[in-house]
């Protein structure tokens, strides 16, 4: 049965920034994406760095979307490794080197002044 | 099935815990003002000077030179990817499982370009003898790479013979990037003398830079992922076949050579290059009594940055292809920024035995480490 886990106070985690939480056994990367929340294991898929400790910023485009230009996009929303700086696109879950990576993503539910987490 | 499951729970089972981990490469961050301790009048007021600079990663002005040039984008780690003590590198290395650990520089991975070579002579002595006194001895798990300054081999040897003895150090560290002559020429023979005389391996360890010698002449690329891919590799492919062609593991065949930070993948291609030239052009090159590749799979090659194919059972293949296993050393690169977690080198589908020669006892055997 999924259960729900109050990881925050939304005052705790102001717009664009994040924090890692602990559930259980389980680190977690809770992001506040413009009003938007996101949670993320705080575990990278290539080498088991702690992803959630790394940087949000954009990053560079290149593509159908920037009409085939280079382009800085996504801002806001990419979180480097700090191990070996690949780049996950928070809101998809997606790693922008290898399309097959994807992280896990944690519902989210924001009930009042509390960040929960559903696991 | 009931075999599979028995072997599975054999006590062939390592886990990275329980095994001797050996790391041949990671890097300490130099200290200029603590070296200025250790160098000879006017170097000491120089050291001092660069203390003040404001450093970037691999990139202190005055101390390492590399032409960079990259365009600022924001993001990227934003790991620390300096280690400033002997006691930091030791909780990191605890955090990576690793029991013993080769150190190397920072900044003096440049140290070949440095331009006078009275200052080279300097950074090196003051570098070698402050390294002893506040990593080394400081903590016993960590082992000393002896850096030598190419431009001046004689000086070099003079500081060979002055630390050989030294339990601390465990081999001589030949700078590659930017170094000029190739480290066959005949002007290093006293470091080849000298390391053998002392019973120090030789090891070769570069660094991304673009300079104007062959093969750091990497202006042609406009992005540092052409650049770094290519920076390493090919150093050390330019001073194996210089090594090769000159004879240095004839002359000196008690001289244990080590090659670092350039993975494992081109190594194969290399043996097999070598050995045909030789068919034909044998003559130019007589010492040798062996095809090339005889020689060079009695070298010894520090894994980092290990390959990550799609298939990891490839790296298994690539390793069979030049008796890897016997000779190829677990290293990290810790703390820099494409380190290799020893997890990813320790799962790879190697037999049990050939995993741990791999993660220490080539190491041991080559740096001669008591487990
Ligand atoms: S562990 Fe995250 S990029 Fe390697």
């Known amino acids: 049965m999924p259960r729900e886990y109050v990881v925050a106070r939304t005052s705790e985690i102001p717009e664009g920034s994040h924090r890692i939480v602990r559930v259980g056994r389980r680190e977690i990367g809770v992001f506040n994406m413009g009003g938007v929340w996101h949670a993320i294991p705080n575990l990278c898929p290539h080498q088991r760095g702690p992803l959630c400790e790394g940087a949000i910023s954009g990053t560079l485009g290149y593509g159908p979307d920037t009409d085939w230009k280079l382009d800085w996009v996504h801002e806001g929303e990419i979180v480097t490794c700090p191990w070996h700086a690949l780049e996950w696109h928070v809101p998809s879950g997606r790693c922008l080197a290898f399309p097959d990576m994807r992280l896990r993503k944690f519902p989210t539910r924001v009930d009042g002044a509390e960040v929960r987490v559903i696991l | ?371």
């Not at chain 2, 465990?170 to 480290?183: D, E, N």
């Not at chain 2, 090891?203 to 540092?224: C, D, I, N, R």
């Not at chain 2, 050579?257 to 194969?268: D, F, K, N, T």
């Not at chain 2, 589908?349 to 741990?356: A, E, G, K, M, V």
Request: aromatic share 10%; with cysteine; charged share 25%.
């Open chain 2, 1 to 371: 099935m009931a075999p599979i499951v028995q072997e599975q729970q054999s006590p062939e089972q390592d886990t990275l815990e329980s095994l001797f981990v050996v790391d041949a490469d990671v890097h300490i961050h130099e200290d200029p003002a603590g070296m200025a301790d250790y160098a000879p009048s006017p170097w000491d007021v120089a050291l001092r000077e660069i203390a003040k600079v404001p450093e970037r990663y691999l990139d202190l002005p005055g101390m390492s030179p590399r032409a960079e040039y990259r365009v600022p984008w924001p993001g990227g780690s934003n790991r620390k990817q300096t280690v400033d003590s002997a006691s930091e590198m030791r909780s990191g290395l605890n955090d990576l499982n690793v029991d013993r650990a080769v150190l190397f520089p920072d900044h003096l991975l440049a140290l070949a370009m440095v331009r006078d070579p009275r200052f080279a002579v300097a950074l090196a002595q003051s570098y070698n003898a402050w390294l002893r006194d506040h990593w080394l001895l400081a903590e016993p798990t960590l082992k000393g790479s002896l850096v030598i300054a190419p431009q001046d081999p004689v000086a070099s040897a003079e500081d060979i013979r002055r630390h050989a003895g030294e339990p601390e150090f465990v081999c001589v560290y030949l700078p590659a990037s930017g170094v000029r002559p190739l480290y066959g020429h005949h002007v290093y023979e006293p470091v080849y003398e000298a390391a053998a005389e002392a019973g120090l391996p030789v090891v070769m360890h570069s660094v991304e830079a673009v300079y104007p010698t062959f093969p750091f002449q990497l202006e042609v690329f406009q992005t540092s992922l052409a650049q770094h891919a290519v920076a390493h590799p090919f150093s050390m492919m330019a001073n194996m076949i210089s090594l090769l062609e000159t004879g240095v593991p004839v002359r000196y065949p008690d001289l244990g050579i080590g090659i670092m930070e350039a993975g494992i993948s081109w190594v194969p291609f290399m043996l097999n290059r070598l050995d045909k030239e030789y068919t034909e052009r044998r003559r130019e090159v007589p010492f040798l009594q062996e095809r090339p590749s005889h020689y060079i799979k009695r070298w010894y090659f520090g894994t980092q940055p290990i390959e990550e194919p799609e298939n990891r059972g490839d790296i298994v293949k690539l390793f069979e292809l030049f008796d890897g296993a016997e000779r190829s050393m677990f290293a990290s690169d810790w703390p820099h920024h494409d380190f290799d977690h020893p997890q990813y080198v320790f799962g790879l589908p190697f037999s049990p035995s050939d995993r741990r020669a791999i993660m220490g006892g080539n190491a041991a055997r080559f740096f001669r480490l008591e487990a």
